[in-house]
């Protein structure tokens, strides 16, 4: 290593050292300055890496509580203030859908009206179209069967803060289709919310951003939000807005989206605690109507859906989600975007509610404490248990391996049915869930095919049957039992396929070592494509992860040799068949070739090679 290389390690060290000390030290004058909850979210923000937050209580007096602790950009080094702005990503979701809803209260839109009739232009695939269209509704309680988001309308350098929103849905024949029966089961979409913005701009004739300000936040009061971008660079710098922030600090502007609908907004803690009041009430603002009151009931009610109608209550209204966690149920929604992340939480009984904002998007952080700390410092009341209840008879006749339905992205459907399968087991007095990745579960009948996971209090699982399909739903996903031998073949798929590419791999280095790997040789192509998949890796490392949707010469060099893999597999399998060789070795190569070729057939089959990231 030499001096530069030294003294840039150091100077890094050094800067990690400082972030540390200022954070501790940040911690210490919230606890003073704020009170136990200041200090305990202080120290949270400390032991999870995390940069500075902002947070308010609603409690059920209609006093507000608002705190602030950490830093508010760690390159400054400056303080995060209770007036400090911070943007919450999806937590925008629930001004559009208000938006949405005062357009229907003022009878300029109904909330059962196809989209087709607003947007005639858009290319939507939907199979059920006659019986069933997608409604208004369905985009606002995520039910619309639409993909959630691809790779490149979350993460591009080309969308300007003006572009039109149309351009999020120019990505191709495929990219508006709908993948299960509207209004059937919940599934997250960026993307409806995306067309929900231009519905807005349709009916208004003014750009969604104009129109939210000025008719959702200005009668809230909402002075200090915007749904505008503001980034803290270039011309429009806001002084006020925190610098966002990932892992180690490591500092992230703004930027602008594609479906900015789905996630852009600015605020601060003092105004989503107004929003939050809004939410606890009756559809009026300062003594004057704005969503009607039918409408505001709505807000966390899953309707229509087939856990619903199974007597599931868990799940999604037009604008929030049941969450029943640590003997608590309230309407939640969370959000994050570019270096943030947020919550906000209303408990209508307790007439209390929370909102909380993080500067920092970490992938490892424990962000659910502070849910808790939050929680606790409002003093709700624990909800008792759901009773055990008695189970249906047939509860067994659900037991086998469960795949979701749909996926959380079309594109990775292989995927998620290789490695996010659950199995259900029945004992005879509790239900298990055993997923591939993560922890069982066992969940306890509460009556029927009701069943209560031990970390809630509510019913949290249904046992359907629909199309002839046995489904199981929390709400908030469900998933299709598929035959055991569909699953065995896509794992032994899988598994011979891996065996292969290392074969040829090991065996491919180990004669190349040998120097006894010619160009006539089976394995020459294969290898030689394989090692080729090293070439895209330096230039995706010194490329800005904001360009991981466009199409760059990293993601062209991608597509490129993973394309080249199953053709280069394909011409060794024809040498080895020109050949005819009959020795072992011959015979090794042929059955090495041929299993790593059925699996990137297989992988080709599904939509992942060649490795188009730009279209993921």
Request: proline letters at 6%; charged letters at 15%; aromatic letters at 8%.
């Amino acid at each position: 290593m030499n001096i530069s290389s030294r003294l840039q390690t150091l100077r890094k060290g050094l800067r990690r050292t400082l972030h540390a000390v200022l954070l501790c030290a940040a911690a210490q004058a919230a606890q003073a300055a704020g009170g136990p909850l200041a200090g305990d979210i202080g120290t949270g923000l400390q032991e999870e890496g995390l940069t500075g937050a902002v947070w308010s209580e609603v409690r059920a007096d209609g006093s507000v509580n608002l705190g602030a602790a950490g830093l508010a950009n760690a390159a400054g080094k400056a303080p995060m203030q209770a007036n400090t702005r911070v943007q919450v990503g999806s937590v925008a979701k629930i001004g559009l859908a208000l938006g949405v809803m005062r357009l229907a209260t003022e009878n300029r839109l109904a909330l059962d009206t196809p989209l087709v009739q607003i947007l005639p232009q858009l290319k939507l695939k939907n199979p059920w179209q006659a019986s069933d269209p997608v409604r208004i509704r369905h985009l606002l309680d995520h039910t619309s069967g639409l993909d959630n988001i691809r790779l490149w309308q979350a993460f591009s350098t080309h969308p300007q803060p003006d572009t039109p929103l149309a351009d999020a849905f120019s990505g191709g024949g495929n990219l508006l289709r709908v993948r299960v029966r509207p209004g059937s089961r919940y599934a997250y979409s960026n993307m409806g919310y995306g067309l929900l913005g231009m519905v807005i701009e349709k009916v208004t004739g003014q750009p969604y951003e104009r129109y939210l300000d000025s008719q959702v936040l200005a009668p809230l009061g909402m002075t200090d939000s915007t749904f505008a971008f503001v980034t803290q660079t270039g011309k429009r710098a806001d002084a006020r807005l925190a610098m966002g922030h990932f892992e180690h600090g490591v500092t992230q502007a703004a930027v602008p989206l594609y479906l900015r609908p789905a996630g852009q907004l600015t605020t601060t803690a003092q105004d989503m605690a107004k929003l939050a009041r809004f939410l606890l009430g009756d559809g009026s603002a300062h003594g004057a109507p704005l969503i009607a009151p039918a409408l505001m009931q709505l807000l966390s009610q899953p309707a229509g859906t087939e856990a619903a109608q199974a007597g599931l209550e868990a799940g999604h209204g037009l604008a929030l989600a049941m969450r029943d966690r640590h003997n608590v149920v309230g309407e939640c929604h969370p959000g994050t975007t570019v270096g943030f992340r947020a919550m906000l939480c209303i408990y209508p009984e307790q007439n209390s509610a929370y909102f909380i904002g993080f500067n920092t998007d970490s992938e490892t952080a424990d962000y659910e404490r502070f849910n808790r700390l939050l929680m606790r410092d409002l003093e709700l009341p624990l909800r008792p248990p759901a009773a055990h209840g008695t189970p249906a008879p047939t509860v067994e006749n659900w037991q086998g391996v469960y795949v979701p339905a749909p996926s959380s992205m079309a594109s990775m459907a292989w995927v998620d049915a290789v490695f996010n399968f659950v199995r259900v087991k029945w004992d005879g007095d509790s239900l298990f869930l055993i997923p591939f990745q993560g922890e069982p579960k066992e969940l306890e009948p509460v009556g029927g095919f009701l069943f209560r996971a031990s970390d809630r209090s509510a019913p949290s699982h249904v046992l359907m049957q629909t199309d002839g399909n046995h489904v199981l739903s929390d709400g908030l996903h469900s998933y299709e039992r598929v035959s055991m031998l569909r699953m065995l073949v896509l794992w032994g798929s899988l598994a011979l396929g891996m065996l292969g590419l290392l074969y040829v791999l090991l065996v491919g280095l180990w004669r190349a070592a040998k120097r006894t790997l010619s160009r006539r040789d089976h394995l020459f192509a294969p290898l030689l494509s394989m090692l080729a998949l090293l070439l895209p890796l330096p230039f995706f490392y010194f490329q800005s992860f904001l360009r991981l949707g466009d199409i760059t010469l990293a993601s062209v060099l991608m597509a490129v040799v993973t394309g080249a893999l199953p053709l280069a597999t394909a011409f060794g399998l024809a040498r080895c068949w020109r050949s005819r060789g009959t020795g072992t070795v011959e015979k090794l190569d042929w059955i090495g070739l041929l299993a790593a070729f059925q699996l990137l057939l297989v992988l080709a089959w599904w939509g992942l090679l060649p490795l188009r990231i730009w279209q993921l």
